[in-house]
């Protein structure tokens, strides 16, 4: 890459608008990450362990002085169907939303999906006591179409 191209790429909102073909080795597992098989030309995280790094204040600005790894906590369901990552900043805290990319790991992207399910904020075995406590029934065979 000459000068001027490399200075061009470090201008604020360059990669808004153009495409990020650098390849590079992920922070968090040390997978080297190429930019072919994302499904599109910007490529934010690493389609291994889904991490990111912390470099942009708005999407594609490379403004962010924090650098902290962006650890992937949830997914969600855009309108359209489509599929994002929720990560967050282990340094300052931020949330950021990124397209799954085509080739994401889709082992760990169910993962996080059923992370609430499979580790709920309650003991499961109460869930009948807190129903009561609510106000509800508190019957989880209700729940089956056989009422108790």
Known sequence: ???ENKKRSFEKGYYKNHACTDTFTCKVCGRTVV????????RNHC?????????????????????????????????????AVIHRCRVCGKFA??????????????SIAMKPLTAPPFPVER??????????EGSTGAFCGNPK
């Open 127 to 136: 869930i009948e006591e807190m129903t009561r406590m609510m106000g509800g």
């Open 1 to 3: 890459m000459n000068r």
């Open 97 to 110: 939303s990124n397209r799954v990319a085509a080739d994401d790991n889709p082992m760990k992207l169910m």
């Open 47 to 83: 389609p291994n362990c889904l991490s990111s790094l912390h470099v942009d204040n708005e999407p594609g600005d490379r403004g962010s002085d924090c650098g902290g790894y962006m650890d992937p906590v949830a997914v969600w369901v855009k309108k359209n169907g489509e599929w």
């Open 35 to 42: 930019w072919q098989g994302a499904g599109s030309d910007h």
